[in-house]
């Protein structure tokens, strides 16, 4: 089974600033999605930026953007100009084209200072 | 936009007691999840369905059963609560496989 790992529970940032999260997963398959979802203190998530593996270019969003390395098995998070709303626990996924599975990483809460 | 909407944000329950989580969706999606949060271990799967009367075991379906009569509407019951059964309790569901999952505001439950 694919299993992914997020290994800052904790990061901080100043506004303004950059910071980058980092996500790694295990999978002997070749096709698959990466998502970066994104649950404020109010707890609804919402999913940030979405990856399919078979695209070599990473995916942006605004000021979101990825750093997508398949041989690694990487798929980092980097938010530019940070802002105070950024603040949140962020959760990378896994999602195989084959089923239903999606997996989740324990998740990083980031805090964003004034 | 999607709307994913869960019947309570806070339960409390007695242990043994039997509880409903109930979760609609208004965007005629086929698929429909459950999921628990706890701190450390990210979401995990529970169950899932992708039709109506349609139900797959997740990860961690022990203690836990589902029920779906009609396609917008997804409930999670706890035949009888105990104590580690205390979770956030998060419904998702999405249009088809691979599209991402679109998430309801969460249920905390507290079984005493």
């Known amino acids: 089974a694919q299993t992914v790992t997020q290994s800052q529970p904790e990061m901080s940032v100043q506004e303004a600033e950059t910071v980058t999260l980092s996500c790694t997963y295990d999978?002997?398959?070749?096709?698959?999605?990466l998502f970066w979802y994104k649950q404020p203190p109010s707890r609804q998530m919402i999913l940030v930026i979405r990856?399919?593996?078979?695209?070599?270019q990473n995916a942006t969003e605004n000021r979101f953007s990825v750093n997508f390395q398949k041989a690694a098995k990487s798929f980092s998070l980097k938010i530019s100009d940070s802002q105070l709303g950024d603040a949140a626990m962020y959760f990378c996924?896994?999602?195989?084209?084959?089923?239903?599975?999606?997996?989740f990483g324990a998740g990083t809460r980031l805090t964003v200072k004034p | 936009d999607v709307k994913v909407t869960q019947s309570s944000r806070y339960l409390v329950k007695r242990t043994g007691e039997k509880v409903f989580l109930e979760c609609v969706q208004d965007?005629?999606?086929?698929?429909m999840f459950w999921y628990r949060q706890d701190p450390g271990l990210g979401l995990r799967l529970i169950y899932f369905?992708?039709?109506?009367?349609?139900?797959e075991k997740g990860d961690i379906p022990e203690g836990y059963s589902v029920s779906r009569e009609k396609k917008e509407r997804f409930s999670l019951i706890l035949e009888s609560a105990s104590t580690n059964q205390t979770s956030m309790y998060l419904c998702?569901?999405?249009?088809?496989?691979?599209?991402?999952?679109?998430f309801g505001p969460g249920t905390r439950l507290t079984v005493t």
């Open positions: 965007m005629d999606h086929e698929n």
């Open positions: 998702a569901s999405s249009l088809g496989t691979p599209v991402e999952q679109y």
């Open positions: 999978t002997s398959e070749s096709d698959y999605y």
């Open positions: 369905s992708y039709d109506v009367k349609m139900k």
């Open positions: 990856q399919e593996a078979y695209k070599q």
């Open positions: 996924a896994y999602r195989s084209l084959n089923n239903n599975d999606m997996r």
